[in-house]
């Protein structure tokens, strides 16, 4: 594939009742179909997994982290290896998110200001780090990942609204100057839409990324950050289905449940990510066409079955049984947290790959409407009871076209 072809974004299908779309975005590494999940592997490696096992899996991308990355090994090292492709011997496309969110998390130990952000490495070896968005930029340019994302503010929930109008107003600022000091042709930089649960700060901050230059795509950043997911929807709904650029690819970041994938797709939404899939797994937790199922639990001690019937991933029929898993999560033996990795990173693939074959057949309203009703669907409503399909429902307006 030409350069000229790098980076750009194809829609290829969208479902009539609702605002999804299928697509393919074009990479130096190879083409991504959408929507997909991206696995996580924040310091050059999803845990447990090999890079091989991944692409049997089904994963066409995946995310590491660029403060991680910065302070273990270093970017300077990354680079010498050849870039984080050759390090990791991941060949496919890669997303480094800007290492922002771990930043600020840091909470007390952290400092912004107009020029950047100094922090303290509580993580590491307890120095503190200054970065400007030029830092960051050059970080993220040294360990080479196809994607890479802006320099932003990402506030928690609840936050006063003077505090997000702040994150809006710091990550704009930061968003022009990562877009005028990133000069990598090969690596796509995309900026990010901050404004916590503001639809108004929202559709400010996506503006000003508009303004600011032609950048190939856009995270949405301050999202799960505490908030329940109808409030998530609330916002998150119109900005994408009415507000965001139709032509570029919509990134939500850090979500990974599987019904606010469904869900998020119906609104637009055409890639995710996430630690969850890999986080319960190492805490004994599995999805299932049943719901989670916590391994731990003594009812699977004598349990013949597989993990999940309506799975076809390589632990379901490789005949693990669920009391095998139970005996290796009980006894902490390293094996089955990588058991239950694999699956649950094959579970949130093939369901966005289920959800693109149905969004190119045009039965995506169906498929959400059927999810909705499943077993695995019950974990994960919101506080009102199933997630609202009736019209007048501010998430279902997002969700679904009315004729």
Known sequence: ????????????????????????????????????????????????????????????????????????PG????????????????????????????????????????????????????????????????????????????????????APRPLVERAVELSGMWAERCFRSHDRTDQALFGIVQGGMHLDLRLRSLRHLEECGNFPGYGIGGYSVGEDHQTMFETLAPLVSEHMPQGKPRYLMGVGNPTTL?????????????????????????????????????????????????????VCMGGYTRAYLHHLVRQREMLGPIL??????YYLLDLMRRAREAIISGRYGAFVSTWEGLPAAQDWWGPRGPWCTQR???????LLKFH
């Not at 000229?4 to 179909?33: E, K, M, N, Y």
């Not at 869900?263 to 805490?283: E, I, Q, S």
């Not at 239950?340 to 990173?345: E, G, P, T, V, Y």
Request: hydrophobic letters at 35%.
């Open 1 to 72: 594939m030409g350069e000229h072809r790098w980076f750009t974004f194809d829609v290829v299908a969208t479902d009539s009742a609702t605002h999804a779309r299928a697509g393919v975005l074009h990479t130096p590494h190879g083409d991504i179909p959408t929507p997909i999940f991206m696995p996580v592997g924040t310091k050059a490696t999803v845990k447990g997994i090999l890079p091989g096992q991944l692409g049997e899996l089904g994963a066409k991308i995946i995310l590491a982290n660029a403060y991680h990355l910065s302070q273990r």
């Open 75 to 158: 970017a300077d090292l990354v680079a010498e290896m050849g870039g984080l492709h050759d390090f990791m011997r991941w060949h496919g496309p890669i997303l480094t998110d800007s290492g922002g969110f771990q930043v600020f998390s840091h909470g007390d130990f952290t400092k912004l200001t107009d020029d950047g952000v100094t922090f303290r490495t509580v993580d590491y070896d307890g120095s503190y780090v200054h970065w400007t968005p030029e830092d960051n930029m050059e970080i993220a340019q040294r360990l080479g990942a196809d994607i890479v994302m802006q320099l932003d503010q990402c506030p928690g929930y609840p």
């Open 262 to 314: 469904v869900h998020g797709v119906a609104c637009g939404v055409d890639m995710f990510d996430c630690v969850l899939p890999t986080r319960t797994a190492r805490m004994g937790t599995a999805f299932s066409s049943e719901g989670r199922l916590n391994l731990k639990n003594a009812r699977f001690a004598h349990d013949r079955g597989p993990l999940d019937d309506a799975c076809t991933c390589p």
């Open 340 to 345: 239950l990795s694999l699956h649950n990173l």
């Open 392 to 398: 007048g429902d501010p998430l279902s307006d997002g």
